[in-house]
């Protein structure tokens, strides 16, 4: 008889890590005798946890701060998107127990987009990103993949923002962090990327009332779910989408891979991590 599959989340910390309720979540519901850990693995052990997945008796895991790049690197191949990005949070062992890596926060992210705001692609000529870190890049590359001409990356640091416009190219412009608000009434969509506006973190400084009135506003901090900027988006009158629903999206192309059952991102499923970043 065939063992139960496991997967994890590694991280260093990964107490932290919401996956594990999301996975939790799922197991039960489709009634899979499966598990998902949290490992916390030392930098200095990464390499070897990695490259023995198997001998921790795991199928795959996901992988978050400050593993992704490694992971990428670590895996013997990687899809497109986790290349582009540059980073992976998806790791599984395929049918010759080869450490393959995928990353599927630009997929959440688009998936969550296009559920929240059906009709962003037909307003969105002019995309705004404010962020240059992990999340940015993978929003970039969703963006582009969905044929948006031009975005606007602004970030405090400018550095950073030039660094992805380079490796993007083409569709991505540097705004610096200072004059960001004399471009918004072009643009069709804006997105936070940066963490501000998370709690404990000062709000985003933005003059939401310069967008058009069309525009979709979409936070990718979800903690707390309505942050300042989208409260303000609202009582615009303009769409706006929370950030957890890029969180509950990227995990189902993981645990298809581990599970073998390609699960549904559900009402009840986002009531359930709700509550939990509620406790927590
Ligand atoms: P990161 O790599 O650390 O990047 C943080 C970004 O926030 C950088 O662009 C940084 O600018 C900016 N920032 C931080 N403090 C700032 C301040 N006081 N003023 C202006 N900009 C500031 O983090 P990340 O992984 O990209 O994540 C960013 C946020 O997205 C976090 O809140 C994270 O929880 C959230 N997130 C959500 C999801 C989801 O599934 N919904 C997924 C990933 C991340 P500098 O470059 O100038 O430092």
Redesign the pocket.
Known sequence: MSKAPRACVIGWPVEHSRSPAIHGYWLRQYGIDGAYEKEAVRPEDLAAFLSDLPAYDYVGANVT?PYKEAALHAARSADAAAKAIGAANTLWLDANGVLQASNT?AY??MTNLDEGAPKWRETCGVAMVL??????RAILHGLIEAGVPRILLT???VA?AETLAREFGAPVEVMP?ETKDSALSACGLLVN????G?TG??PLDIMVGALPSAAVVTD????PLETPLLAAARARGLTAVD??G??LH?AVPGFERWFGVRPEVTPALRDHVVAILGAA
């Open positions: 701060l926060d959440g992210f962020g240059a870190g992990g999340a940015a970030n405090r640091t950073k962090w990327a940066t963490s501000l998370m973190q000062p990718i901090v979800y903690v950030g957890l890029m969180l990227q």
